[in-house]
C-alpha cells in the first residue's frame, strides 16, 4: 500500500500548507514524513476499517477509543520537536500507530494504554509492523498513563493522544526541562484546542495554543 500512504502523505502536506499560520509551519519535516510513508497504518487498524485506513480522518479501535486522523498524528509528531535517540513518554497507546510513527522516527517511545486488551493489541501491531514492544524503540504496558513512566524519566518530550481539562503534574514532574509537551487540553465533552507546552530551565511552562480539535478523553481514576 505504499502508493496510498504517499497520497496520504500529500494530503497531510497540503493540510499543513493550509493550516501553517495556526502550527507555525508550513511542510513537514522530512524525517516525520518519511515515518507517515513507512508505517503500515492499515496494520493499527481493526480488520473490518482497513478499506479506510489512508483516510485522512480517525477510525474507531474499540474500547470507545479511536486511532488518530493521520494529519493529527504528523504534526503532533512534528510539534514534539525530537529525534533519533530522544525519549518520548505517551499517554494512550491506542492502536500503537502514533509510537511507531515516533520510532520510526528513531525516537525510543514508553507508551502506556489504560484500556488492557488495547495494549495488547498494540503489542500485536507494533510487532507485525517491525517495532516490537520491549525493544529499543517502542515499549508498551497497560496502566493509568497520568501517573507516567516514573523509571524511564526524564523525558526530552510527552504526548497525551487524549483529551484532559489539566496538565497532569505527574508528567510535568518526568520532562526535562527544555522539553516539551504536546496534548488537546479543553472540556473532554466537546472541543479542546492542540497545546503546546515548554518546561524552562526554572521548571515553568509556557502554553501555545494551536488548534481546535477533539479527542476522547483520558479515562481512568487520573492517578488518584
Given at each position: 500500500m505504499t502508493a496510498e500512504r504517499r497520497r496520504l502523505v500529500e494530503k497531510i502536506e497540503a493540510e499543513v500548507r493550509m493550516t501553517a499560520p495556526e502550527l507555525g509551519f508550513a511542510r513537514l519535516d522530512p524525517r516525520v514524513a518519511e515515518a507517515m510513508l513507512r508505517v503500515p497504518r492499515h496494520a493499527f487498524v481493526p480488520s473490518a476499517q482497513r478499506a479506510l485506513a489512508?483516510?485522512?480522518?480517525p477510525l474507531p479501535i474499540g474500547g470507545g477509543q479511536t486511532i488518530s486522523q493521520p494529519y493529527i498524528v504528523a504534526i503532533m509528531s512534528q510539534l514534539l520537536d525530537v529525534g533519533p535517540g530522544d525519549r518520548v513518554f505517551e499517554l494512550g497507546t491506542g492502536s500503537g500507530y502514533q509510537a511507531a510513527v515516533?520510532?520510526?522516527m528513531g525516537v525510543e517511545v514508553f507508551s502506556v494504554e489504560i484500556v488492557s486488551k488495547l495494549a495488547?493489541?498494540?503489542v500485536a501491531n507494533l510487532e507485525a509492523a517491525g517495532y516490537p514492544p520491549g525493544s529499543a524503540r517502542a515499549q508498551v504496558r497497560a496502566g493509568d498513563g497520568w501517573l507516567g513512566w516514573p523509571e524511564a524519566a526524564p523525558?526530552?518530550?510527552i504526548i497525551l493522544t487524549a483529551a484532559a481539562p489539566v496538565v497532569p503534574d505527574q508528567l510535568i514532574a518526568q520532562l526535562k526541562p527544555g522539553g516539551r509537551l504536546v496534548m488537546p487540553i479543553g472540556e473532554t465533552n466537546g472541543v479542546q484546542q492542540l497545546a503546546i507546552f515548554d518546561k524552562d530551565e526554572d521548571g515553568s511552562l509556557r502554553r501555545?495554543?494551536?488548534l481546535p480539535v477533539r479527542f476522547v478523553p483520558v479515562t481512568g481514576p487520573l492517578g488518584n
Open positions: 489512508y483516510a485522512d480522518h515516533l520510532a520510526a495488547e493489541r498494540a523525558f526530552d518530550g501555545r495554543d494551536l
